[in-house]
């Protein structure tokens, strides 16, 4: 009861505050967007807008490492350090209520408002999808976005979680995890195509390496993402495509100056990629997870 009465206490605070309402605008404009992207192509090279029966599960139902991010920090930001900032955070620990009933209930009222958002977004997705691009193939695997969504978001909300209750402050748990997004995006596309080294980004959050199906990327091989962010995909495309073997490239610039070539790297199958990346975001969210618990359960409280 006690757990209970947390998550009703924060889900009420994220309604007054208006949290859980922008949240879902965020989530039906980016999804508007991804609709849109048909007619937006068609107005640009005036071809018509053709059916697509696989537009949404191709799509990842709208879903990408930048939604994941966002959603990660609209929802977690502030349900520790706001506490620390306001005051608020005395009168709630003068309840009967332990730090760690607490800590958990607040991150499970953060799970519940991302999982209604993440259902209203993929049932918006595939109403939109046959509505727009027609007969929609493979919706049953929608559940499976679901759950990578989750997964991959997770990840987030617990680097997110980590940087607030640590700083005790919003700004911080918003610009920390911003700058470790913004460095393994760079930096991890310079690994990936020029070094030959993006296996270093299966075992970080976020997009990590990318491999091909098929043939390279220069004869149009099947994009395939080792990250954290596109274990959704990857389940749907080993449900589909179970014997995929992906294969990773770097440019060649010397030996095939002056038009760069592609050397490949090395293959493992998908299954692989599917494990690995799960794995990563669980550690991770074990780690940052207990390490914020523990700074919650410890931090010094004043008036």
Do not use: C
Request: net charge neutral.
């Amino acid at each position: 009861m006690k757990f209970l009465a947390v998550v009703r206490y924060e889900i009420l605070w994220n309604i007054r505050k208006k949290k859980f309402l922008g949240i879902l605008i965020v989530a039906f404009a980016l999804a508007t967007l991804t609709l849109a992207g048909g007619y937006i192509a068609s107005a640009i090279t005036g071809e018509p807008v053709s059916s697509d029966p696989d537009f949404v599960i191709g799509s990842n139902v709208g879903l990408s490492g930048l939604v994941f991010f966002l959603f990660a920090v609209v929802t977690t930001m502030n349900i520790i350090s706001a506490e620390f900032e306001s005051g608020t955070i005395v009168p709630l620990l003068a309840n009967p209520l332990s730090r760690t009933t607490v800590f958990l209930g607040k991150l499970f009222a953060a799970f519940l408002t991302l999982l209604a958002t993440y259902v209203f977004l993929m049932i918006y997705m595939a109403v939109g999808g046959f509505a727009i691009y027609g007969p929609q193939n493979n919706l049953h695997l929608i559940p499976l976005s679901l759950l990578g969504a989750l997964f991959s978001t997770l990840i987030w909300i617990s680097i997110v979680l980590l940087f607030g209750t640590l700083s005790k402050s919003s700004l911080m748990a918003a610009l920390g995890p911003f700058g470790i997004w913004i460095g393994t995006t760079i930096i991890g596309s310079i690994l990936q195509v020029l070094s030959g080294q993006g296996w270093i980004l299966t075992y970080i959050p976020g997009g990590g390496n990318v491999g091909y199906v098929g043939d390279s990327p220069l004869l149009g091989g099947f994009p395939v993402s080792t990250g954290t962010d596109s274990i959704g995909a990857n389940l749907i495309n080993y449900i589909l495509h179970p014997t995929w073997e992906v294969t990773y490239y770097k440019i060649d610039i010397r030996g095939h100056f002056p038009e760069p070539g592609m050397v490949s790297l090395y293959s493992e199958p998908l299954s692989n990629i599917i494990l690995m990346s799960i794995a990563v975001a669980v550690i991770y969210f074990v780690v940052f997870f207990t390490v914020s618990w523990f700074s919650f359960k410890h931090a010094q409280v004043t008036e």
